[in-house]
Structures are given as structure tokens and as C-alpha cells.
T-cell receptor, first 112, second 114 residues
Framework: DAKTTQPTSMDCAEGRAANLPCNHS???????VYWYRQIHSQGPQYIIHGLKNNETNEMASLIITEDRKSSTLILPHATLRDTAVYYC?????????????FGTGTRLLVSP | GAVVSQHPSWVICKSGTSVKIECRSL??????MFWYRQFPKQSLMLMAT?????????EQGVEKDKFLINHASLTLSTLTVTSAHPEDSSFYIC??????????FGDGTRLSIL
């Protein structure tokens, strides 16, 4: 994958916005940015993905910088159930954009 | 939508036995299914990619004769761990996708080999 860099861990107060950054400076023009999360002892959950434009769905918003070298996942009102490891992944074009390579992600802890 | 079911959730078996894990896409036809393995405190590692009706493509270091993958239909893929040993104990997770849509994951199978 285009190498992604995320902080190891972040804390957020319940009800506040959680902003999770990701750097992907080697991303190529056709490669998407995907976000998944994994709650302890469960399979990963798809959150959102985008190419150039900012995206929003019922779970989160994805803000991609104009040069596409970084992005931010925003959980607008974090709840305790949002505590999880969040993965920013850029599947490579030469894999048909199929292969997801999971790094270490960001461990988000939402506290009361 | 995009529900992927994995069965069983957990299994304990004796060393030397074979274990089959099923992965089903419940509400969509998956053109591709993926199998991952996750050891404690580590991230998911892709084991193989499977397209319906064709042989699976295994990642480097994954023994295809030990981890048999069958993808007989657009909604079902199976992973069989043959002659399992304690070092095969892990969390096995499947995912499914339709063409270029995002992968959706099952809830995993925790395998313990005694």
C-alpha cells in the first residue's frame, strides 16, 4: 500500500469530536483512502472511503487535503462505543485496489 | 446492508485435526473473498484472495496445502486448516467485496488448537 502513518493512540471525551489524522504522502492519483475500525475481538468495520473530495456518511466524515497527502477522519460526536483501533489504508493500484494492508492503526479511547 | 457472516465463532480442537471455517455474504454476491489471520496484539495479515470459481491466490509465506480455500459460489467461501497444530491458533477473519466496492468483514473465528 501507499505507506500510511497514523498516531499510535488518541484520547477523546464522550460527546466531543474525534479527529484522527493519517499521512499518505506517496499516494498515487487513482488510489483511494479507506478507513476501517476494529473493536476488540471483532472483525474490522468499514467506515468510509474517498478519492479527492470530502465525504460524509452516517458514521463519519473524511477530509482529504488538496494535495491528497493526508486525510482526517472525523467522528462528530464520539461515544464510548467508538473506542476501537482505527486503520487508514490506501490499497495499491497494482493490486487492482483490492488488497488491504493493515498497519498498527490509531487506538482511540473515548472516555466519559 | 453488506453483511458477512462467519461460522463458527470459536473452535477448540486437538492437534492434528482439520478445521473448516465458513464465510458467507448474506445480502450481496461477493465477487472476491479474502482470508486474514490476526495473532494477539498484532494487526490483520492477509492470507489469501479468492475469486468465485477460480483458485485462491496466497500471500507469500502462506502454505496453500495447509490452508485450503474453496470459493464455490458468490456467497460462500470456506477455509480449511488441515492438520492443525498449536502454532495455527489464531483469530481468522474473512471479508467479501463485490467488484470494486469496499470489503466487509465477518466477526472472525477464534481457533485454539490443544
Amino acid at each position: 500500500d501507499a505507506k500510511t502513518t497514523q498516531p499510535t493512540s488518541m484520547d477523546c471525551a464522550e460527546g466531543r469530536a474525534a479527529n484522527l489524522p493519517c499521512n499518505h504522502s506517496t499516494i498515487s492519483g487513482n488510489e483511494y483512502v479507506y478507513w476501517y475500525r476494529q473493536i476488540h475481538s471483532q472483525g474490522p468495520q468499514y467506515i468510509i472511503h474517498g478519492l479527492k473530495n470530502n465525504e460524509t456518511n452516517e458514521m463519519a466524515s473524511l477530509i482529504i487535503t488538496e494535495d491528497r497527502k493526508s486525510s482526517t477522519l472525523i467522528l462528530p460526536h464520539a461515544t464510548l462505543r467508538d473506542t476501537a483501533v482505527y486503520y487508514c489504508i490506501v490499497p495499491r493500484e497494482d493490486t487492482g485496489f483490492q488488497k488491504l494492508v493493515f498497519g498498527t492503526g490509531t487506538r482511540l479511547l473515548v472516555s466519559p | 446492508g453488506a453483511v458477512v457472516s462467519q461460522h463458527p465463532s470459536w473452535v477448540i480442537c486437538k492437534s492434528g485435526t482439520s478445521v473448516k471455517i465458513e464465510c458467507r455474504s448474506l445480502d450481496f454476491q461477493a465477487t472476491t473473498m479474502f482470508w486474514y489471520r490476526q495473532f494477539p496484539k498484532q494487526s490483520l495479515m492477509l492470507m489469501a484472495t479468492s475469486n468465485e470459481g477460480s483458485k485462491a491466490t496466497y500471500e507469500q509465506g502462506v502454505e496453500k496445502d495447509k490452508f485450503l480455500i474453496n470459493h464455490a459460489s458468490l456467497t460462500l467461501s470456506t477455509l480449511t486448516v488441515t492438520s492443525a497444530h498449536p502454532e495455527d491458533s489464531s483469530f481468522y477473519i474473512c471479508s467479501a467485496s463485490r467488484y470494486n466496492q469496499p470489503q466487509h468483514f465477518g466477526d472472525g473465528t477464534r481457533l485454539s488448537i490443544l
